[in-house]
């Protein structure tokens, strides 16, 4: 499937570094998500994007930083992250806020 | 407060056999509610929408009770490809804001031959 797309689907960085992580959804989808997933816990809503306006930023450090420049497009920008922000980051889109969402199969992020 | 509660399991269910998981949540407001489906290391993905009249795919069957404030999931004839992690999500939105979906922690089942 290849609805949701994510690049890249690994990445190992280092607490100085910057780096971007990227979706694309062709599914003509009207909202974007990211979320965290850590090791046994459950997902967390980081950033959720509606017609490119961003309408909620669930409380998440200033070093995560997204971006959507359109309706297809997500990126989330990482700079200066610690080693406990290493987890699986997931990007999902969906028709309207209520409907169901399609994820992406996620970028596996170390931070070392 | 936990605003959707899932037994985490593991459920070691025979193949072939029968397993249904309840799902709680706390929000009255909730709208919309669905089962995701998430293997190890994998994304979720979703299995079906749980509707207030209950559907059917196939093996699976979802129910809603809005009363009661939950949703359950049965799986018939249990194969081993459906071991997985099964995530309860439920979607809200409050006046002004975007609540999105919140999943909760995931039942954990394991087919056993």
């Known amino acids: 499937e290849t609805g949701v797309t994510q690049t890249p689907r690994h990445l190992v960085m280092g607490m100085t570094n910057k780096k971007s992580l990227k979706c694309e959804q062709h599914?003509?989808?009207?909202?974007m998500y990211w979320y965290k997933q850590s090791a046994k816990k459950p997902l967390e809503l980081m950033f959720v994007y509606s017609l490119e306006e961003r309408v909620e930023n669930n409380s998440v450090p200033s070093r995560f930083s997204p971006e959507c420049p359109n309706s297809s497009h997500l990126f989330l920008h990482l700079h200066t992250l610690q080693p406990e922000d290493s987890a699986l980051y997931l990007c999902?889109?969906?028709?309207?806020?209520?409907?169901?969402?399609?994820f992406g199969p996620g970028t596996r992020l170390t931070v070392t | 407060r936990k605003e959707v509660e899932q037994d985490p399991g593991p459920f070691n269910v025979p193949e072939g056999a029968t397993v249904a998981f309840n799902c709680t949540y706390s929000?009255?407001?909730?709208?919309?509610f669905f089962w995701y489906r998430q293997d190890c290391r994998k994304e979720p993905k979703l299995l079906m929408s749980v509707y207030s009249s209950g559907n059917e795919d196939g093996r699976f069957t979802a129910q809603l009770n809005r009363a009661s404030q939950y949703i359950s999931l049965l799986i018939r004839d249990s194969k081993l490809s459906d071991s997985a992690t099964y995530l309860c999500?439920?979607?809200?939105?409050?006046?002004?804001?975007?609540?999105?979906?919140?999943f909760g922690k995931g039942t954990h089942l394991i087919i056993q031959p």
């Open positions: 999902a889109s969906s028709q309207d806020r209520l409907f169901e969402q399609y």
């Open positions: 999500v439920v979607n809200s939105l409050s006046g002004g804001g975007a609540d999105g979906l919140t």
């Open positions: 599914l003509g989808h009207n909202a």
């Open positions: 929000n009255s407001a909730s709208q919309s």
